[in-house]
Nanobody, 127 residues
């Protein structure tokens, strides 16, 4: 069992930045592909970004490409999401997720691939 705890959410003005963190329990973090997803008010949860086990592969949703950066520190069991140039449409609850059965270099974008989820952290962007 893996526990994931997100932090770093909050209220920010449009054009501002936030960095989300997701800390994972356990000693096998480096074996997991990690992803970020978000659920905007009244919408389904959508893919945001994903990173492979060692960080060599990253994939982004078109809506955040060039503004968001996913990274990880396996020594700290933590994955990050740096969010720049935030827009009001980025307002959502952000979730991190772990794919415990990922292959080397694989970074899945489908929610179905992920085995463990955090509770989420709210990001609100005011215009």
């Amino acid at each position: 069992q893996v526990q994931l705890v997100e932090s770093g959410g909050g209220l920010v003005q449009a054009g501002g930045s936030l960095r989300l963190s997701c800390a994972a329990s356990g000693r096998t973090f480096s074996r997991y592909a990690m992803g970020w997803f978000r659920r905007a008010p009244g919408k389904e949860r959508d893919f945001v970004a994903t990173i492979s086990r060692r960080g060599g592969t990253t994939v982004y949703a078109d809506s955040v490409k060039g503004r968001f950066t996913i990274s990880r520190d396996n020594a700290k069991n933590t994955v990050y999401l740096q969010m720049n140039s935030l827009k009001s449409e980025d307002t959502a609850v952000y979730y991190c997720a772990a794919d415990a059965e990922s292959s080397w270099g694989w970074a899945p974008t489908s929610q179905d691939a992920y085995d463990f989820w955090g509770q989420g952290t709210q990001v609100t962007v005011s215009s």
